[in-house]
């Protein structure tokens, strides 16, 4: 023991409380011995990433930030297992439960917080649990292999990130909020329904405005009782409806506590040479529950401790991001509005993209993004700064400068000050990761983790620091291989080819043989290998029903009620009074609420109840329009030579035929074709994945458009003389696209991946393109309209219809 060091003693092994210790070491590595208590049996370990275990993306290894070694090496006495019963502040003293007494000089309290249990009736059985740390991670996993319904109470960030944690080991997941909609802490109800809307669609299921009122069961958990008579059965329930700083010890020891531990700027408590960081602490009367903020907190105690001049810690503007697979959701400040501000909006439902951004006096106060948060750190540090945005809103909600035909990804990065906090969940800078690049060699994803730990937790920094690579390292960046999801290492173009060799014939037997790390594989990966065993065996596979989302289970787009939109096919967006009127008697006899005109010329029925759809899809007599799949989802028209004195072709007729050819096509993405009947382009052919223009003589065929948020005008693929060449040319493409693309990317982003030369090159030779034709009919000739296959099965009818709701006696 070194007597010319001073004792610093910190109260709690977690992430703030241990940053706080990482930085004093770095600035006075001489300057103190550090003790560490925990009351967990564990290392420091990353509590953001509990989620990702859950779902797969992680081990409890890999979410230790530092490991036993670490503290060997630093010379820090670690005392785990041990909690601190007592704080003597006269005597500058600690005593544990274990009978271990610790002397300081300055001692640091980040006891963290306690998540709040509900005092309801049963709250104390089995099967009732928290979601706070890896034993109740543990106890999840250890449920999941015997049980299988589970209710998670509480539909904010944590309870949202248990459930998908839940839904990947295979438990039916239910989650009761007592608000009518997610997240409102962060989101406004927009955003949130379009969270609630994809989260159905990957299988999670909501009771809202719901209040619990007792836990059924004797022993164990068997179900949850509400207020309203109703009740759900459950094998596990979860409660994730809030924390409480952990304030106990503090109290006790007569430091002064409101709802945390009151510190200064300083992080001094009222007791000489205590100081609070981390959840546990309150400052200026906010108790904050994010790791940014108490990263901040923790860089101000340390200079502090290291005797380093620095100004007080003086609050945080805060940001959050939704951390579940597939889901985009970001949120910072003033998100609801307040009195004195205004609010602008963004919203694409088609692409599933929602922006907000919220001013007063000239400057941003608050935004949402849902489906693209690209531009999230940008509105961030706008935000902090204070600056005045006058003239610049229209930019910063869409991220396109006036002029500026895109959002350039790099530009906006460049942008960003060099003190911008790239990656919140370890509080790590611009000009780190930069310094780290320039200056310490690190040239992958992967250096940039073990050096900064930048995007070692949550992920979702990921493509900032890959874009801040591309920027600093330029051709020397080192690219990491990736599966196509966590479950595995193997990317698309291995897993296809694993099929063929082996002739694999179902989603479990590619997990088995592949070796996937998740047995059960995830909601990234079911759909995808779901697709292309469909697309490698048209003859042989059967689909795999429960690995489609919600939409394509039901044939029909759930809406953010919980109704269903039904769109019947009309080819060529070409319609008769006789049809049109079976329409409007279909739907005033199902009581439909709305009937709307789509992009695509066709006519959306808004509103419609689950146990209705196959009785509706009877009476109308007409075919899926696929309005909700990965499918061929309409050929848009314009009248043509037929009637327009522009016309040099006849555009319905052509439009009317593709559709016909193509419908019921499985596709990697949704797509959408147009013909035009002359250059004016009405029928905006230049944005669809295929595109056809009639010219004098000819047809011209464009691929690889998009009219969505990330818009792109397609490429120019050939010229033609006649119809039957269109649909040849088109039928390969559709089908060299099918063969190549991963699952979920558009033509627009394959197009742009693979070079159009590349697709070009395939579809040049009249053998080839007409092998990839053969290959796309024998696909359709197999295919049946779902809709006429569920009216006629009355197996598959039984899935409509409605659950009988239990009430209690």
């Not at 977690?14 to 290392?43: D, F, N, Q, S």
């Not at 196509?484 to 291995?494: A, K, N, P």
């Amino acid at each position: 023991m070194d007597k010319t060091k001073k004792k610093l003693v910190l109260v709690g092994n977690g992430m703030a409380g241990v940053r706080t210790i990482e930085h004093v070491l770095k600035l006075a590595p001489h300057l103190y011995e550090v003790t560490i208590v925990g009351a967990e049996p564990h290392p420091n370990y990353n509590r953001i990433m509990l989620s990702s275990v859950l779902a797969g993306g992680a081990s409890l290894s890999e979410i230790v930030i530092n490991d036993w070694d670490w503290y060997k090496e630093n010379g820090i006495r670690l005392l785990t297992g041990h909690r601190v019963t007592n704080v003597d502040a006269k005597a500058k003293k600690i005593v544990t439960d274990k009978d271990v007494t610790l002397h300081y000089d300055s001692l640091i309290l980040a006891t963290g917080s306690n998540p709040f249990m509900l005092p309801l009736p049963g709250a104390d059985k089995q099967g009732v649990i928290a979601f706070r740390d890896i034993k109740d991670c543990e106890i999840m996993m250890e449920t999941s292999e015997k049980y299988k319904k589970a209710v998670v109470i509480g539909g904010g960030l944590l309870g949202l990130e248990a459930a998908r944690g839940l839904l990947h080991l295979g438990m039916d997941v239910s989650v009761v909020h007592i608000n009518s909609f997610l997240m409102e802490r962060q989101l406004d109800q927009t955003a949130a329904l379009m969270l609630q809307n994809e989260l159905e669609q990957q299988g999670m299921k909501f009771l809202l405005r719901k209040n619990s009122s007792a836990i059924l069961g004797k022993k164990r958990v068997t179900g949850l009782a509400f207020t309203d008579g109703t009740e759900v059965e459950a094998d596990l329930i979860v409660m994730a409806v809030g924390i409480r700083p952990n304030v106990e010890l503090a109290r006790s020891a007569g430091i002064e506590v409101n709802r945390g531990i009151v510190v200064n700027d300083w992080m001094e408590t009222s007791e000489a040479d205590i100081y609070s960081v981390g959840e546990c602490a309150e400052h200026r009367g906010i108790a904050y529950g994010l790791v940014a903020p108490l990263y901040e907190q923790g860089a101000v105690l340390a200079k502090r401790l290291a005797g380093v001049e620095t100004a007080g810690y003086t609050g945080s503007v805060t940001s959050t991001k939704l951390k579940v697979s597939g889901v985009d959701v970001f949120s910072a400040g003033q998100y609801d509005e307040p009195p004195g501000s205004r609010a602008l909006r963004y919203q694409d439902e088609i692409d599933g993209v929602y922006k907000k951004i919220v001013l007063r006096d000239d400057k941003l106060v608050g935004a949402v993004l849902f489906g693209d948060t690209g531009d999230g750190a940008k509105l961030f540090s706008v935000m902090k700064s204070g600056e005045s945005i006058k003239g610049r809103e229209k930019e910063l909600l869409l991220g396109i400068a006036p002029g500026q035909k895109g959002a350039d990804p790099a530009e906006r990065l460049k942008q960003l000050p060099d003190d911008e906090i790239i990656c919140g969940c370890n509080g790590v800078s611009k000009s780190a990761i930069a310094d780290a690049i320039m200056n310490k060699g690190c040239a992958s994803l992967g250096d940039i983790k073990a050096c900064t730990k930048a995007s070692a937790s949550c992920g979702g920094c990921k493509p900032l620091v890959e874009g801040l690579l591309s920027i600093y390292a330029g051709d020397n960046v080192v690219k990491a291989k990736e599966g196509i999801c966590g479950c595995t290492t193997l990317d698309r173009d291995e897993i296809v080819a694993e099929i063929k060799r082996m002739k694999l014939m179902n989603v479990k037997e590619v997990m088995n043989v592949l070796e996937w790390s998740n047995p059960e594989g995830c909601s990234k990966c079911r759909p995808s290998l779901n697709y292309y065993l469909g697309m490698l065996w048209p003859e042989e596979y059967k689909d795999e029903k429960e690995s489609r989302i919600t939409n394509e289970r039901y044939h029909a787009n759930i809406q953010k009620d919980g109704t269903f939109s039904v769109v019947p096919r009309i080819y060529g967006g070409v319609t008769s009074p006789t049809e049109l009127k079976k329409i409007a008697e279909v739907a005033e006899r199902f009581d439909v609420p709305m009937v709307k005109f789509t992009g695509g010329q066709r006519l959306d029925l808004l509103g419609v109840k689950k146990e209705d759809l196959p009785k509706m899809w009877e009476e109308l007599g007409m075919p899926s329009g696929h309005a909700y799949g990965k499918t061929l989802r309409t050929v848009k028209t314009c009248v043509g030579s037929t009637f327009c004195r522009f016309g040099t072709q006849d555009s319905i007729s052509m439009g009317i035929r593709l559709e016909k050819e193509f419908e019921r096509l499985n596709t990697p993405a949704k797509v959408k074709l147009a013909v035009s009947g002359c250059p004016r382009n009405c029928a905006e052919a230049t944005i669809k994945d295929f595109g056809v223009v009639a010219i004098d003589g000819g047809w011209e065929l464009h691929v690889g458009g998009n009219g969505g948020v990330h818009v792109r005008a397609t490429d120019l693929l050939c010229v033609v003389k006649t119809e039957d060449e269109v649909v040849e040319w088109a039928g390969a493409f559709l089908q060299y696209y099918r063969e190549n693309a991963q699952w979920n990317e558009r033509t627009s982003n394959w197009v742009e991946r693979v070079g159009l030369e590349a697709v070009k090159n395939a579809l040049a030779e009249p053998e080839e393109r007409a092998e990839l034709y053969a290959r796309i009919r024998k696909t359709l000739d197999l295919t049946t309209d779902p809709w006429k296959q569920i009216v006629e099965d009355g197996s598959l009818r039984k899935n409509f219809e409605p659950l009988a709701e239990t009430q209690t006696v």
